[in-house]
């Protein structure tokens, strides 16, 4: 099976949620005209609020599945009918306490799921708190895992989903320059790592302080480029996802997850020192 998949890698607006909903509209309805085939978008990491609003941050939380903008980005998906992944900040129901979350919403508009990143860096935890998960999710285009942007460069939280039996990953990010090919590189990696396709999508544009310069692609099981989008700022970009290759990759020379060796591997569960 082959998922049609794109990427709207989009340049949000700090603190300016309606903006950025009608841009993120607009980004996925041009994708539904471009390529009509598309079942599966994917928009980065906090592109709801934008992704430098510091204390700003706790007023544009949102609650899952039925905050009000959830409702609006699950019409889009409907509107599209096309599954939509999209980074928002989760207001918890506990006063105060928010995530850097995934917001995923099928087809049908329907809410699928929530992901909660887990690796929040130092600057992000004054106002974020980890996910304690990494679940995956099933769906009609098949079960996927999704990271978002720091999440990517630790190898065991991609290996926990593909053991989960993740057929592909989605990592959303806002992950800021210099370091594009740092995030070129980790998305290959944990594509090769666990052979799973990847779908990754980095913002673009400009915050008070860091520029972004995009790179999102989707990589085959091995890491190998398929689409991507290069520098410009709200940019499209299709390809396929194909699930069918990866089981053929995975009989042969993808062996990485039948040769594993858990048991020297004990290190691994105990707390950073």
Same mark, same amino acid.
């Given at each position: %099976?082959?998922? =049609?998949?794109a ?12 903006? &950025?909903?009608?841009?993120? $509209? /607009?980004?996925?309805?041009?994708? *539904? =005209?471009q ?21 700003? +941050? +706790? ?19 409907? #509107?599209?009918?096309? %599954? ?20 995923? +919403?099928?087809?049908?508009? =329907? ?10 860096? *130092? $600057? ?18 098949? !079960? ?11 190898? #065991?939280?991609?290996r ?7 057929? +592909?990953?989605?990592?959303l990010?806002?992950?800021? /320059?210099?370091?594009?090919? /740092? ?5 290959? *990696? ?7 396709p ?12 860091w520029?972004? =310069? ?18 410009? #700022? ?23 997850l !039948? /040769? ?11 707390? &950073?020192?």
């Open positions: %099976m082959t998922i =049609s998949a990427g709207f890698q989009l340049a949000c607006h700090n603190g300016s949620p309606e903006e &950025n909903l009608t841009a993120i $509209r /607009d980004g996925v309805l041009a994708i *539904a =005209s390529h009509p085939e598309t079942q599966l978008v994917a928009v980065p990491e906090l592109a709801l609020s934008g992704t430098d609003c510091g204390a700003g +941050f +706790f007023d544009l939380g949102v609650r899952w599945p039925d905050g009000k903008a959830l409702t609006s980005l699950a019409a889009v998906a409907k #509107e599209a009918g096309i %599954m939509l992944i999209v980074g928002i900040i989760e207001a918890s129901p506990a006063p105060g306490v928010m995530y850097n979350a995934a917001a995923i +919403f099928d087809s049908d508009g =329907s809410p699928l799921g929530c992901y909660r990143k887990t690796h929040c860096l *130092a $600057r992000e935890m004054l106002y974020f708190r980890n996910g304690c998960e990494l679940p995956v999710f099933d769906s009609d285009l098949g !079960r996927f895992g999704v990271l978002i942007c720091w999440d990517a460069a630790f190898p #065991e939280a991609a926990v989903m593909a053991l989960q039996g993740a057929e +592909f990953l989605v990592v990010g806002a992950w800021q /320059d210099p370091y594009a090919s /740092d995030w070129e590189m980790v998305v290959s *990696a944990r594509a090769y790592d666990n052979v799973l990847i779908l990754a999508v980095n913002r673009s544009g400009h915050d008070n302080q520029t972004f =310069s995009g790179h999102s692609k989707i990589v085959d099981c091995l890491g190998k480029t398929v689409a991507e989008a290069g520098e410009g #700022e709200n940019a499209i970009f299709a390809g396929v996802i194909d699930k069918e290759h990866t089981g053929e990759v995975r009989k042969g020379y993808g062996s990485q !039948r /040769d594993r060796n858990p048991a020297v591997y004990g290190l691994l569960t105990y707390p &950073n020192p």
